[in-house]
């Protein structure tokens, strides 16, 4: 079993539907995400106006994130671990292929976007800072 972070996502998409972002939590993720926290967090302390960074996909080993769960309603505070022993029988994938994951550091929150292949449909779920600085493996 793999263990992720399961947070609300959202999409711009009229016939794709999301409602989790699922990061796969490992030494490597967490790690990184830690540092880049505390980055965004000193910058902003010495300049206010600076209040993210964006680190594109190949700073992160990512697979698929965006997934629609059997539960159809889904609390926009979700924030949690999870072990999933089976992606594919346990969430649904959207329709469309997502590429161009991009992840922005910000003062409150590690926004993580996917874009679809042929369309300019966005997808998106952020996880909270303090909730990742909390995450010990």
């Keep these: 079993m ?4 399961k947070v609300f996502a959202s999409t711009t998409s009229e016939w794709d539907e999301v409602n989790c972002l ?13 540092k880049y926290i505390e980055l965004i967090k000193s910058l902003n302390k010495n300049d ?4 993210s960074i964006n680190i ?22 979700l924030c949690e671990i999870i072990e999933v022993e089976d992606l594919d029988t346990e969430y649904n994938h959207p329709q469309q292929r997502i590429v161009g994951h991009s992840v922005e550091f910000g003062v409150y929150g590690v926004l993580v976007k996917g874009f679809g292949k ?12 303090e909730f990742i600085l909390s995450i010990s493996l």
């Excluded at 793999?2 to 972070?5: A, D, G, L």
């Excluded at 206010?48 to 209040?51: A, L, S, T, V, Y």
């Excluded at 042929?118 to 800072?129: Q, S």
């Design 56 to 77: 594109f996909e190949s700073s992160f080993i990512f697979t698929d994130l965006f997934f629609s769960d059997n539960n159809d309603e889904i609390d926009v505070n």
């Design 118 to 129: 042929h369309t300019d449909e966005e997808f998106w779920g952020v996880i909270p800072n």
């Design 22 to 34: 699922l990061v796969e939590l490992n030494e490597n993720f967490l790690s990184l995400a830690k």
């Design 2 to 5: 793999k263990k992720f972070i």
């Design 48 to 51: 206010e106006k600076i209040d």
